[in-house]
């Protein structure tokens, strides 16, 4: 089986990723998927994604704490980074909802004209370019099926895209990538397909199926960072039962519903996916933004094995980053 490995932005380092319950997702995406449709159905869709969530997450309810910190300590997550005490973690559920103390833990660039990850993740970026090296076009997702609307589509074409993967042990907030004004918010329901690359691979634009949360912010406004309109586009996985919107102005108090008008500030927490793996898709339009030096470099590595590069023939690393580091900054 073809290993995929990707660069931590923080230390270069090559890492061999432990793709959780690979061997079963290469099954159920190309034996069941080829050879028995129907129950391919049965088990990406929500009552299914629902239940195995249920029994890897609340099932264990009276889980003991020490088993839960063992759990998170094997997943190389850092406990020093909890806003609450962890002795209050009795479930893997309150493990993956975590709150974090990211005002410490997850510093920001105080320029207004940066754009963040809205995500602890895994970055990979994009063109909707033909003639642009990093052209993805109908890959990982359709533009007019992603954002199924098509008063939006026109201003993201020939645009700017990046693509954040989540993994079971990631902070599961997403923050606000940019500053601005929302106007337009709606959502979809969807497919649960799971975000492991094998999956990603074998469905072809999976992101433009699965259930979605559309945002789209005009940063063109007072205190917006300045880089145009930018879609923001949250999709579930398999596992993933729920994405709430939460936004709150300071810390992760009084968390609001997002509604059109709401003025968003960069970094700060706006939804949390409920829970599993998951995926983030940021959509720009043409020439207003340029991605950070280090993560094309990183995407063009040939001595990292990627399965994604491996598939498509070009250069697709990922570069493992933190919620609010700085992805890319006004053209």
């Not at 406990?79 to 997850?106: A, H, V």
């Not at 993805?136 to 074409?157: N, R």
């Not at 397909?193 to 789209?216: D, F, G, Q, W």
Request: glycine share 4%.
């Amino acid at each position: 089986m073809f290993q995929h490995q990707y660069i931590h932005r923080k230390t270069s380092q090559i890492i061999t990723e432990k793709l959780i319950q690979d061997r079963s997702i290469q099954f159920l995406y190309h034996q069941v998927r080829e050879h028995a449709p129907t129950v391919f159905n049965v088990l990406t869709s929500n009552r299914v994604s629902g239940l195995l969530a249920f029994f890897n997450y609340d099932f264990s309810l009276l889980m003991q704490n020490e088993h839960v910190l063992s759990s998170a300590r094997a997943m190389g997550i850092d406990l020093q980074e909890f806003l609450d005490d962890p002795k209050s973690m009795d479930s893997m559920r309150k493990l993956f909802e975590r709150k974090i103390r990211y005002w410490e833990t997850r510093p920001m660039s105080t320029d207004i004209h940066t754009v963040v990850s809205p995500s602890d993740s895994r970055i990979l970026i994009g063109s909707l370019v033909e003639n642009n090296m990093f052209f993805i076009k109908e890959k990982f997702f359709t533009l007019v099926e992603l954002l199924g609307d098509d008063q939006w589509v026109k201003y993201f074409q020939k645009g700017d895209i990046a693509i954040f993967r989540l993994t079971p042990d990631k902070y599961h907030y997403n923050h606000a990538p940019v500053s601005g004004k929302v106007v337009d918010v709606y959502s979809f329901d969807g497919k649960y397909h799971s975000c492991n690359p094998e999956a990603v691979l074998a469905m072809v634009t999976p992101y433009s199926k699965n259930k979605r949360v559309v945002t789209i912010i005009d940063t063109d406004v007072d205190g917006g960072t300045q880089v145009g309109k930018v879609a923001m586009i949250e999709v579930v996985a398999m596992m993933i039962g729920q994405i709430v919107q939460c936004y709150s102005d300071h810390h992760y108090e009084n968390p609001q519903e997002i509604n059109k008008n709401a003025f968003l500030q960069k970094g700060q927490p706006k939804s949390l996916y409920r829970p599993g793996s998951s995926t983030n898709v940021l959509l720009f339009e043409p020439e207003r933004i340029v991605f950070d030096s280090d993560l094309i470099q990183n995407q063009k590595n040939h001595m990292v094995s990627s399965r994604f590069t491996k598939k498509w023939g070009i250069p697709l690393v990922e570069t493992d980053l933190q919620v609010r580091s700085q992805i890319a900054c006004k053209l």
